[in-house]
Every structure is written in structure tokens, then in C-alpha cells.
């Protein structure tokens, strides 16, 4: 247990459906990422969170992806009118000063665009 | 954040150290080596991290080079559920605001029986 759960574990969606990730860390912790990992590929990441504020958003997020977290504790990632491409895996970490240094990641949501 | 540069794969036998290298060249004054490691189908896990000295915890050893410009993982008695794809990635420490993971390719270990 990382103390971050994701829902749904799998996605599989026709291409041009819309679809939404969850993320709830256990506790409240003021920063929150979400990373993209395609097949073979290290993480990359999307887009971060200092409690409600979206501070950065990487170049990979195209204005078909969007991420809110409402009062700074889960955070939903949704993408629109999917496309094949966006099959991966979507991974969310936390961490805080309550964590030490180091990051804690959930254990993804795959999703699957066909 | 400095670059990294690790094996693509490497082999180990079951009960036997595993010694995952990872040269960072560039590697700037303030910044930590980290090490994560991801399981199959499984999101990252925190092993270790370290500014210059080495250290140890229950799950593996880091060795720092003096010069800073490489590190080793060591898992002491490697067993099968090791396997899995081990990242070296340097950064400042994570208490700083918007400072990211920066994931390479990371080195796939094998531990066999």
C-alpha cells in the first residue's frame, strides 16, 4: 500500500470517448503529479499540483487532457475524444513534507483506446 | 535535472548481490541520486537516495563515487521478486516546489534461479 489509490486499474474505450482518472491519496498531501508511461518507456510527466493550484503542465498534455484537484486533496486527470495514442499506463504521486523526500506513486490506471 | 546513464539489462542470480550501475557525468552540487524500481504492471517504488555519503536501508546499499559522477545500487541477496526495472535519476531534493522526476530508460534486472 503507497497510501495513493487509483480507480479505475483498467480502461478499455472506443477511440473518441471521453474517459476520467481518479487519484485519492490516503491523507492530504499538498503536491500531486500525474505521469504518462507508454509500453517500454520510463514515466514521463503531465502535470503537477500544489494543493488546488495546477502550477505546470508538460508539452504531452494536449488541450484534449484536462486535471483538477478541488480543495487539494484527489485529483481526476480526463481525456477527451481519445485517440490510439493514448493507450499507457497513467501513474499519480504524492508527496509532502509529512513524506520525507521521496515520492509515492499509485499503481496506475491503464487505459486502452481501440 | 543532470542526465543519466544506466545498462539497458543486466542478469543475476537468485541469493547473489545485484550491482546496478548508473554514471551521472553532470551531476550539479545540490542535486541527490535517487532510485526507484518498477515491477511489472506495478507504479513506481521508492528504494533509496543519497547527496554524497553512502547509505543503506532495509532494501538495498547506494555507493556514491567521491567525485560524484557515479553511483551503484546494491540489493545484497537478490531474489526472484527483484526483477523488475531499477531507475537512477538525480535531482535536487523534493522538498523543492515543482521540481519532477525525470525518468530515463532505466536498467531491466533479471534475477534468475
Known amino acids: 500500500d503507497t497510501g495513493v489509490s487509483q480507480n479505475p486499474r483498467h480502461k478499455i474505450t472506443k477511440r473518441g470517448q471521453n474517459v476520467t482518472f481518479r487519484c485519492d491519496p490516503i491523507s492530504e498531501h499538498n503536491r500531486l503529479y500525474w505521469y504518462r508511461q507508454t509500453l517500454g518507456q520510463g514515466p514521463e510527466f503531465l502535470t503537477y499540483?500544489?494543493?488546488?493550484?495546477?502550477?505546470?503542465k508538460s508539452r504531452l498534455l494536449s488541450d484534449r487532457f484536462s486535471a483538477e484537484r478541488p480543495k487539494g486533496s484527489f485529483s481526476t486527470l480526463e481525456i477527451q475524444r481519445t485517440e490510439q495514442g493514448d493507450s499507457a499506463m497513467y501513474l499519480c504521486?504524492?508527496?509532502?513534507?509529512?513524506?520525507?523526500?521521496?515520492?509515492?506513486f499509485g499503481q496506475g490506471t491503464r487505459l486502452t483506446v481501440v | 535535472d543532470a542526465k543519466t546513464t544506466q545498462p539497458t539489462s543486466m542478469d543475476c542470480a537468485e541469493g547473489r548481490a545485484a550491482n546496478l550501475p548508473c554514471n551521472h557525468s553532470?551531476?550539479?552540487?545540490?542535486?541527490?541520486v535517487y532510485w526507484y524500481r518498477q515491477i511489472h504492471s506495478q507504479g513506481p517504488q521508492y528504494i533509496i537516495h543519497g547527496l554524497k555519503n553512502n547509505e543503506t536501508n532495509e532494501m538495498a546499499s547506494l555507493i556514491i563515487t567521491e567525485d560524484r559522477k557515479s553511483s551503484t545500487l546494491i540489493l545484497p541477496h537478490a531474489t526472484l521478486r527483484d526483477t523488475a526495472v531499477y531507475y537512477c535519476?538525480?535531482?535536487?531534493?523534493?522538498?523543492?516546489?515543482?521540481?519532477?522526476?525525470?525518468f530515463g530508460g532505466g536498467t531491466r534486472l533479471m534475477v534468475k534461479p
Open positions: 499540483f500544489q494543493n488546488e493550484a495546477q502550477l505546470e
Open positions: 553532470t551531476i550539479s552540487g545540490n542535486e541527490y
Open positions: 535519476i538525480v535531482r535536487v531534493a523534493m522538498d523543492n516546489a515543482g521540481n519532477m522526476l525525470t
Open positions: 504521486a504524492i508527496w509532502g513534507q509529512a513524506l520525507g523526500t521521496e515520492a509515492f
